[in-house]
């Protein structure tokens, strides 16, 4: 996936946004709250992100990540609130918001009985998209897929299927794309695949939105990340900011059989509180996982609403 064929069939995109929201906020979530029978699944989620971001919303399972994806991208309604997508409100003006995102949701979507070629021209139908055929080509291209254009997507790898649920989200070449758990279960180099996608992405200027339970993926990828907890906002910024309001380092020791955390300051202080320490210790960088615990006190991925 080389950039400059990538910034080629961006720029045979047209231009869909208003210039005002391309240069001011790309993404604005005003105080939503959805409510789930008993379930407050988001409460009160305020986040404005701009032009150009990698935004990452971390979580546990049922933090609401996946119910943030699906209000932004017009497919639920909020209880409460607004959002705007470019500018457009997602309830008033859905086809506005359409027009500009693309999605690639959490469960594989695609058709599996259709061929990986036919998937994308039903999709590129559907959106009325011109140059169809030879958009589909570039995409599967980029996206690693020429050689099975033509194969069943039932016969996909999981690694493959994912590729081109990404690949069909980017082919009307939206100004945001939302990726729900893009990497879930995919091998390293697969995972790594999609990364220099995204960074590809980024260069050319789209705004990227998505979730993971990968604290090295937000690392790795991400300009800000939030993290939500039973569907707060606990956290927001760069991930060198988050990391370092809970410290540069952090010692690890047994106690009991089970794995404790001290965040430190520095190297040197963790080095003189593992003296008293019995037993193995590792001292390391903190990393948004350690962010995590400390605010909430769950590992991500491991909590259940
Ligand atoms: N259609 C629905 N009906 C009832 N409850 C729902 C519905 N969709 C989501 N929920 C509940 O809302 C909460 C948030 O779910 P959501 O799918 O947004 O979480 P998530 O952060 O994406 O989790 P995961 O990491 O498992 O994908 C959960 O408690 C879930 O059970
Ligand atoms: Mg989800």
New binding site residues.
């Given amino acids: 996936m080389d950039r400059r064929q990538w910034t080629a069939f961006y720029l045979s995109a047209p231009p869909r946004l208003p210039l005002a929201s391309v240069f001011g906020h790309m993404i604005n979530i005003d105080h939503i709250t959805k409510i789930?029978?008993a379930?407050r699944?988001l409460d009160s989620l305020t986040l404005v992100i701009k032009q150009g971001e990698v935004f990452g919303l971390l979580?546990?399972?049922?933090?609401?990540?996946?119910?943030?994806i699906k209000i932004l991208t017009t497919l639920s309604k909020p209880t409460s609130g607004r959002a705007a997508i470019g500018g457009h409100d997602v309830e008033k003006e859905p086809l506005a918001v359409k027009n500009i995102i693309g999605v690639a949701p959490?469960e594989i979507n695609l058709d599996k009985e259709l061929t990986a070629e036919q998937n994308l021209r039903v999709y590129g139908m559907l959106h009325r998209l011109d140059n169809l055929g030879r958009d589909i080509k570039d995409i599967l291209e980029l996206a690693g897929l020429s050689e099975r254009s033509n194969h069943l997507v039932r016969d996909f790898s999981g690694g493959m299927q994912r590729r081109l649920l990404i690949a069909r989200a980017l082919l009307t070449k939206p100004n945001v794309l939302f990726l729900d758990?893009p990497t879930v279960g995919l091998d390293p180099q697969v995972r790594r695949q999609i990364w220099d996608l995204v960074r590809n992405l980024k260069e050319n200027g789209t705004t990227v939105f998505l979730?993971t339970?990968y604290i090295e993926e937000a690392e790795a990828l991400c300009t800000r990340v939030g993290i939500?907890s039973r569907g707060r906002l606990i956290a927001l910024g760069t991930p060198q900011e988050l990391k370092g309001e809970v410290g540069g380092f952090v010692l690890e020791y047994q106690e009991n059989g089970n794995t404790r955390y001290i965040l430190c300051q520095s190297r040197e202080e963790a080095h003189s509180l593992s003296q008293s320490k019995k037993g193995p210790i590792i001292i390391r960088e903190s990393n948004l996982e350690d962010v995590f615990i400390k605010l909430t006190g769950e590992r991500i991925g491991k909590a259940e609403?």
């Avoid at 546990?60 to 943030?68: D, I, L, M, R, V």
């Fill in positions: 789930y029978g379930i699944a979580g546990p399972n049922g933090a609401g990540k996946t119910t943030t959490q758990e979730t339970h939500l609403q």
